[in-house]
């Protein structure tokens, strides 16, 4: 059997596919991509906690069904060829796929041995359409997703319910705490109360979606029951899978993950400070920069200080005691928190910015030692909470 | 004491001296640089085998003479900050830094411990002005530089006289050589046997003279006799120093480098073959993409074979077993090498083709085992030997 495609739609295809695979895999065929063509061409890659499948069109063909070995070194060679399609064809063990003057041959090994229990039909608890800016409001929290792994329920974004078509991406990882509330006119069904999308899903779920065209659409649930196997272990309730789905320019995505199985995820509503009685009111430009002056230039921690003296002015200042450097900056700030000097760390800053986005942030804090509120002025959706940190 | 810049001619007097300051260095007053203000503000760096001082233009004030910690931060920070000047100013083992609204403290040092001794007069015994294109010519033979420590002597480029006003830039690593002839219409003095300007010297020549206006000035020769020391070494005889000085757009930069002390380096000109009778003409553009399409995306050695068929074709080929892949490509050749088949590694290849610029590249062989002479066919300055290696 032979089957063609495009060189841009196959490359496409075994890329996106490629993005769930893991550098090195000690089961030699997670590091492949399963290839099932009939009508279309589908590549699918695994960690086996996520797959991901892309499907493109293909020259009419019979079918056909293989595993390839280093699909990146595959489609780095065919794009540096430079031909216009790509035929693959499977003989004895080895695939060969050619394009123009260039012959590749790689090991294959039969599609029955590569897991496909991810790409069972989902069924469905909960369904919407994510716009790009929906995806953007994800975006926004990712920043505070947590990487540590003693508390793995906190290393994700957590989408909870809070409305009938409202729903609110969540993610904390102790030190700082960011929410968003994004819309869903066309969300379906009831999300669960723990609903965590792993922090690898979420990245790729921010990085494929830039180049979908019409939304995302994305299903949460429970893998529908196929052939049940009898087992021990009780049956879980809640969703337990996340699955999303896009078209771009020449390709089908859809994309599958386990959910983090957890109940422990902390009810943040309790960590959200009321009553803050100190505002200050910077231009985020001019903190920004304010920032990099004096702790952009260090990969250490950057213990950053904040000291707001007279009305409208704050110093912003940071020390390295390893290279006996100080740093200290004024700018301008509207502020009601004279003789507040409050500490933070300086990557945290820059990242609750980026995060806060517009051209103004708010800060309300109670003392030196209280948790901050830090808003937006121009856009409710979006609000943070930041611990302070002690500086000298 | 203060002194006065513009901040964009600090920087670049701190980042020019910054260069040649090595990451880590036991020796504090090494990862410092000196600034010394009078007419002008002179800001020098060392790591002892080299010494970089470039000089810019002050405001007029009194004369200063520190030495300043952490200067990549200092600059990187008042970068940040984007003020206009620059004023600095000591006060008891604290050098403070002003910028617009940031202050900079960092410690500092009286300049007397600095190492000077590369700053003495060099007793001239060659020099000549060096153009860009000249420049350019020591860039093409640099890629040959060896890296290994046990010769140390191939670790840089070294320059022969072959004429009055011309010299040979020369580099070998044992598996390549690159030599480039270089007509220097104002040479004066004789260039030893034994000039070899170390690799890293070799670096920052290339990329510092990029900006250079006018030219950049190169001097060979011994440091002056200061206060002589006595001392039980003999005398050295030759050349121990290499000078070079350029102006750029604010800054005069002056270099000094020890050279490579040996009288080993290998006698290159019985190195190159002579004899081939099997030449090989490719498009340099079809050779760097059959080589990027069979070996570019692996970072192993990558070992590559060309088999050299019909009249006007050759294949192109690598093998990683580790992976199970196998690539070929076919490309136009004008060649008279029949049957022969030729391993390479790939990278050197690829270096090769860069060096010798040009459209088109011309492989004079002998067999699958003797050295390969690599022209460029429009220039015949350049020179390249290649030794083969053995595949499969």
């Not at 508390?151 to 990882?173: E, F, M, P, W």
Request: charged fraction near 20%.
């Amino acid at each position: 059997m032979t089957v063609q495609t495009s060189s841009a739609d196959f490359r496409r295809a075994i890329f996106l596919a490629g993005k769930v695979v893991g550098r090195r895999s000690a089961i030699p065929i997670l590091s492949m991509i399963r290839c099932h063509a009939n009508g279309s061409f589908e590549a699918t890659g695994t960690d086996l906690d996520m797959t991901l499948t892309a499907k493109v069109a293909r020259e009419p063909g019979a079918d056909a069904d293989f595993c390839m070995q280093a699909p990146q070194q595959v489609i780095a060679a065919i794009a540096a060829a430079g031909g216009k399609t790509v035929s693959m064809k499977t003989n004895g063990g080895k695939l060969r796929v050619s394009s123009d003057a260039l012959d590749v041959t790689v090991d294959t090994v039969p599609s029955d041995d590569f897991p496909m229990e991810h790409l069972r039909p989902i069924q469905e608890q909960f369904s919407a359409t994510f716009s790009a800016g929906d995806i953007a409001a994800l975006a926004r929290v990712a920043g505070a997703m947590s990487s540590e792994e003693t508390r793995y329920y906190l290393n994700g974004v957590r989408l909870k319910s809070i409305g009938a078509t409202t729903i609110q991406a969540q993610a904390t990882d102790g030190h700082r705490l960011y929410l968003c509330d994004i819309q869903l006119p066309d969300a379906k069904g009831k999300l669960g109360d723990n609903v965590i999308i792993p922090r690898k899903a979420i990245r790729l779920l921010i990085e494929l979606s830039k180049s979908a065209q019409n939304g995302v659409s994305l299903t949460i649930g429970t893998p529908a029951a196929a052939n049940r196997l009898e087992g021990t272990a009780p049956e879980q309730p809640g969703a337990s899978r996340l699955r999303f789905s896009f078209a771009d320019r020449s390709a089908e995505v859809c994309f599958t993950s386990k959910l983090i199985d957890t109940s422990h995820y902390p009810d943040v509503e309790r960590v959200i400070p009321a009553g803050g009685d100190k505002q200050a009111l910077f231009k985020v430009a001019d903190l920004r920069r304010a920032l990099a002056a004096v702790s952009g230039h260090s990969r250490e921690i950057r213990a950053t200080k904040i000291a707001f003296g007279a009305d409208g002015v704050a110093t912003v200042s940071a020390a390295y005691l390893g290279i006996g450097l100080a740093a200290s900056i004024k700018v301008a700030c509207d502020h009601s928190a004279r003789d507040l000097t409050i500490g933070f760390n300086g990557g945290y800053l820059s990242s609750i910015l980026n995060a806060a986005r517009g051209d103004e942030v708010l800060f309300t804090m109670t003392d030196l030692a209280a948790p901050v509120l830090v808003r937006n002025p121009a856009d409710t959706a979006w609000t943070g909470v930041l611990m302070p940190m002690r500086v000298d």
